[in-house]
Protein backbone atom coordinates (compact mmCIF):
# COMPACT_ATOMS: atom_id res chain seq x y z
CA UNK A 1 0.00 0.00 0.00
CA UNK A 2 1.14 3.41 -0.72
CA UNK A 3 0.75 6.23 2.02
CA UNK A 4 0.53 9.85 0.92
CA UNK A 5 0.34 12.64 3.68
CA UNK A 6 -0.53 16.53 2.34
CA UNK A 7 1.03 19.04 4.19
CA UNK A 8 -1.34 22.22 4.71
CA UNK A 9 -0.73 25.20 6.75
CA UNK A 10 -3.85 27.68 7.44
CA UNK A 11 -5.88 25.94 4.77
CA UNK A 12 -3.19 25.67 1.99
CA UNK A 13 -1.43 22.60 1.08
CA UNK A 14 2.42 23.19 0.16
CA UNK A 15 3.99 19.62 0.05
CA UNK A 16 3.41 16.20 0.56
CA UNK A 17 4.95 12.83 0.97
CA UNK A 18 4.24 8.86 -0.41
CA UNK A 19 5.40 5.73 1.04
CA UNK A 20 5.65 2.71 -0.23
CA UNK A 21 4.71 0.57 -3.42
CA UNK A 22 1.25 0.01 -3.86
CA UNK A 23 1.16 -3.41 -4.68
CA UNK A 24 -1.47 -3.38 -7.28
CA UNK A 25 0.64 -5.25 -9.68
CA UNK A 26 4.25 -6.96 -9.95
CA UNK A 27 7.05 -4.47 -9.44
CA UNK A 28 8.03 -3.00 -12.95
CA UNK A 29 4.45 -3.86 -14.07
CA UNK A 30 2.51 -1.67 -11.47
CA UNK A 31 0.29 0.52 -13.08
CA UNK A 32 -1.11 2.12 -10.35
CA UNK A 33 2.43 3.21 -9.31
CA UNK A 34 3.57 4.75 -12.69
CA UNK A 35 0.29 6.88 -12.28
CA UNK A 36 1.14 7.85 -9.46
CA UNK A 37 5.07 8.40 -10.11
CA UNK A 38 3.96 10.52 -13.08
CA UNK A 39 1.91 12.96 -11.49
CA UNK A 40 4.69 13.48 -8.87
CA UNK A 41 6.98 14.09 -11.65
CA UNK A 42 4.48 16.26 -13.27
CA UNK A 43 3.79 18.24 -9.83
CA UNK A 44 7.85 18.79 -9.56
CA UNK A 45 8.54 19.62 -13.09
CA UNK A 46 5.24 22.16 -13.21
CA UNK A 47 6.41 23.83 -10.35
CA UNK A 48 10.07 24.11 -10.64
CA UNK A 49 10.04 24.82 -14.82
CA UNK A 50 6.62 26.43 -15.72
CA UNK A 51 6.64 28.44 -12.30
CA UNK A 52 10.33 29.17 -12.09
CA UNK A 53 9.77 28.34 -8.28
CA UNK A 54 11.95 26.33 -5.61
CA UNK A 55 10.70 23.24 -4.80
CA UNK A 56 12.53 20.82 -2.37
CA UNK A 57 12.16 16.95 -2.83
CA UNK A 58 13.78 13.64 -2.07
CA UNK A 59 13.41 10.83 -3.56
CA UNK A 60 14.63 7.33 -2.21
CA UNK A 61 14.22 4.82 -5.24
CA UNK A 62 14.71 1.71 -2.85
CA UNK A 63 11.93 2.22 -0.88
CA UNK A 64 9.64 4.62 -2.97
CA UNK A 65 9.46 7.07 -0.17
CA UNK A 66 9.16 10.60 -2.18
CA UNK A 67 8.73 14.11 0.18
CA UNK A 68 7.97 17.23 -1.83
CA UNK A 69 7.39 20.63 -0.14
CA UNK A 70 7.40 24.20 -1.96
CA UNK A 71 7.49 26.84 0.61
CA UNK A 72 6.63 29.07 -1.92
CA UNK A 73 2.79 28.01 -1.56
CA UNK A 74 2.89 29.24 2.14
CA UNK A 75 1.66 32.84 3.06
CA UNK A 76 4.21 35.04 3.81
CA UNK A 77 7.12 33.26 1.67
CA UNK A 78 7.40 36.56 -0.17
CA UNK A 79 6.44 34.93 -3.42
CA UNK A 80 3.65 36.81 -6.47
CA UNK A 81 0.57 35.93 -5.30
CA UNK A 82 -0.48 34.58 -8.18
CA UNK A 83 1.90 31.83 -7.87
CA UNK A 84 1.94 31.01 -4.75
CA UNK A 85 -2.14 30.15 -5.04
CA UNK A 86 -1.27 28.37 -8.41
CA UNK A 87 1.70 25.88 -6.64
CA UNK A 88 -0.81 25.37 -3.59
CA UNK A 89 -3.49 24.19 -6.45
CA UNK A 90 -1.17 21.74 -7.85
CA UNK A 91 -0.98 19.91 -4.65
CA UNK A 92 -5.08 20.51 -3.81
CA UNK A 93 -5.20 19.05 -7.13
CA UNK A 94 -3.59 15.89 -6.82
CA UNK A 95 -5.02 15.48 -3.19
CA UNK A 96 -8.62 15.96 -4.74
CA UNK A 97 -7.08 13.15 -7.80
CA UNK A 98 -5.67 10.54 -5.31
CA UNK A 99 -8.98 11.02 -3.34
CA UNK A 100 -10.84 9.76 -6.53
CA UNK A 101 -7.99 7.30 -6.86
CA UNK A 102 -8.22 5.94 -3.57
CA UNK A 103 -12.51 4.92 -3.81
CA UNK A 104 -11.65 2.62 -6.28
CA UNK A 105 -8.13 1.23 -5.30
CA UNK A 106 -8.83 1.52 -1.29
CA UNK A 107 -6.84 -1.38 -0.31
CA UNK A 108 -3.57 0.30 -2.21
CA UNK A 109 -3.75 3.35 -1.75
CA UNK A 110 -4.23 5.47 1.60
CA UNK A 111 -4.53 9.49 1.67
CA UNK A 112 -4.67 11.97 4.31
CA UNK A 113 -3.87 15.38 5.35
CA UNK A 114 -1.32 16.56 8.12
CA UNK A 115 -2.15 20.04 8.79
CA UNK A 116 0.63 21.84 10.64
Known sequence: MTK???YRKDGVFYG????????YGES???V????????TMLILNTIE??????VEYIIEEETADITVKALCALPGSG?????R??????FMGYYYQLNDLAEEY????????KDD
Open 32 to 39: LCAALSSM
Open 49 to 54: IAYASE
Open 106 to 113: YDYLDVEV
Open 79 to 83: TDENK
Open 4 to 6: IIF
Open 85 to 90: YAVAGL
Open 16 to 23: FEEHGHTG
Open 28 to 30: GDD
